[in-house]
């Protein structure tokens, strides 16, 4: 497990309480549900909606958090909290990071 991905206590608690089937039913939902979350906080900034743009960092942050991406939490709340950034590049690296999450959590519900 990549311990410095996804928080091994969250995930086996994860697994254990929903079961296997379903972490995995989970992940394959967060794979196809964090590219439009993504997009949405690429036009919410570009449209200056900060709700929009909340609302989405928040959903990141949340489903994040279920399977104990800590990175990836933590990004996405910053986000959440300090409101619209300037440029792309806070936007870039949270993409970088699900990238990651998304292999990582991948890998184990395949375990």
């Keep these: ?29 967060f794979a196809e549900e964090a590219p439009g979350l993504l997009a949405e906080l690429r036009n919410a900034r570009a449209a200056g909606a900060a709700e929009r743009f909340r609302r989405a960092a928040h959903s990141l942050k949340s489903n994040s958090s279920t399977f104990g991406a800590t990175g990836l939490a933590d990004l996405a709340r910053a986000l959440e909290l300090g409101g619209i950034p300037p440029d792309d590049r806070p936007i870039d690296v949270l993409a970088l990071e699900i990238d990651t999450t998304l292999a990582a959590l991948q890998a184990l519900a395949r375990q």
């Design 1 to 29: 497990m990549n311990h410095t991905v996804i928080d091994p206590h969250t995930f086996d608690e994860l697994q254990a309480n929903a079961g296997a089937d379903f972490v995995v039913e989970l992940v394959n939902t």
